[in-house]
């Protein structure tokens, strides 16, 4: 496990990796992915309140519950805030994933580790999905993963879409409702107090939620996950 310093370089070198490439006309060398891939965002040393990417064994988990509810693990699939694409990473062979990235650096980093076989998006959830669920194509995905941002919804883009919905948190699980097919499955990392939140706005979500989609599995993180 990489120091801060360790990861502040390691991060600074997948982007001068990619940005070479990219000025050279070249794909990257698999010794480069390799470099790239330590790319760990900015949480915890930067000030970014939601670049903490998921652990690989977390998202395979995950995989493996979708699995074993019998979801289409090899068909389409969202990953609402992809990241550096540690889902896509993880995802089973045959999946089909579309990543959604709003930031502009760390989706740069996904689209070099994946874009090759998977589609990545470098916009706001809320701009994809005015995109998206106006063209007929809505709820068109088997699988909806990720690991949602928490927190205030905040920046121009919460005017875009839903901006009743001040949550971060609910937001992405609502909006990840409405691209889900019908009978198709959504595996989300949400912080507790989405299940936990007494207050009205809590129960008025928990019930909003449950009349749209039934909760088939859920399971509590460690606090060191």
Not at 56 to 64: L, V
Not at 83 to 94: L, M, N, Q, Y
Not at 112 to 120: E, R
Not at 193 to 216: K, T, W
């Amino acid at each position: 496990q990489l120091s801060d310093k360790g990861r502040r370089e390691a991060n600074a070198k997948a982007f001068d990796l990619i940005n070479d490439a990219i000025a050279q006309g070249r794909n990257l060398t698999d010794a480069e992915l390799k470099e790239v891939a330590k790319f760990s965002g900015d949480g915890g040393i930067g000030a970014s309140l939601n670049q903490y990417f998921t652990r690989p064994d977390i998202a395979q988990a995950m995989w493996d519950v979708l699995r074993h509810h019998g979801a289409a693990v090899n068909g389409r699939v969202l990953e609402p805030a992809c990241g550096s694409g540690v889902f896509i990473e993880t995802a089973p062979e045959g999946a089909q994933v579309t990543g959604v990235e709003i930031d502009p650096r760390v989706a740069l980093v996904a689209e070099a580790l994946h874009g090759g076989q998977h589609q990545i998006h470098n916009q706001a959830f809320e701009e994809f999905s005015v995109a998206n669920l106006d063209t007929g194509d809505d709820r068109g995905f088997d699988v909806v993963i990720s690991n949602a941002p928490f927190g205030a919804r905040t920046g121009g883009v919460t005017a875009v879409h839903k901006p009743h919905q001040g949550s971060a948190d609910r937001y992405f699980i609502d909006t990840a409702i409405d691209h889900a097919k019908e009978h198709g499955f959504i595996a989300m990392i949400v912080h507790t107090s989405v299940m936990q939140n007494q207050g009205p706005a809590g129960a008025d979500f928990r019930r909003r939620i449950l009349e749209r989609a039934d909760l088939v599995h859920a399971v509590r993180l460690p606090n060191t996950a």
